[in-house]
């Protein structure tokens, strides 16, 4: 009785141990077929595109190309989702130094946006400005009610530098392209023939955003 009882508990103990000793199926294995995690996604209710026209003021594939498109794009996401400056473009909220309310949305938001930049000034402190004119036609009916107007944007160029060349077929950048830099100012101003209206480019009014962001962003 006792040999009997001492041949059960070692198998019993040799069974754990194999169990414990065997890895689950591509656990550890080098052939796991596991996915990556995706960047960031649009929030659910936004559906309108966004579309850049170039001008000679700024190079829109530049690293200040890149930050306005960013901070212009990031902060409508602020005010049309339900998250405000949580839910919009990564490292929109570090960049965003400035003093735009913070109140967020919710509802769904269909339409389009054409921007350009019209006037951009390199200012002491390594610091930069850009006056940015959005014609845009955004709301939950999907009306057409069209209106323009101008921002200014005040940033600082201080340490590492956005990304270049963002341009795909990204509706926005799945990680942040924003760098180091951040806005201290974006004031919005009622537009007039010298600001927006005299060099008004064809406005776009398509789907798919345009020039759109590459599929792995920037760093």
Known sequence: MKLMFRNLCLTAISAMLLTSCTHSPGSHSPTSTAEVAP???????????????PTPAVDLMSADGTFIRAFAEGDDVRLFNIDAAKGSYPGFDHANQTSRNNIGGGSDEYGFTTRWVSDFTNKPDNTASATICTYSSINPQNEFLPFLVADVLTYHRKGKEPPTNQKGPERAP????????????????????????????????????????????GA
């Open 174 to 217: 799945t990680v942040s392209v924003f760098g180091d830099w951040y806005a201290t100012s974006y004031e919005s101003i009622r537009t007039n023939p010298n600001s927006c209206t005299s060099d008004q480019p064809p406005i776009d009014k398509s789907a798919d955003s345009t020039p759109g962001w590459t599929v792995k962003g």
């Open 39 to 53: 960047g960031y996604q649009i929030p659910a209710n936004i559906h309108y595109s966004e579309h850049w026209a």
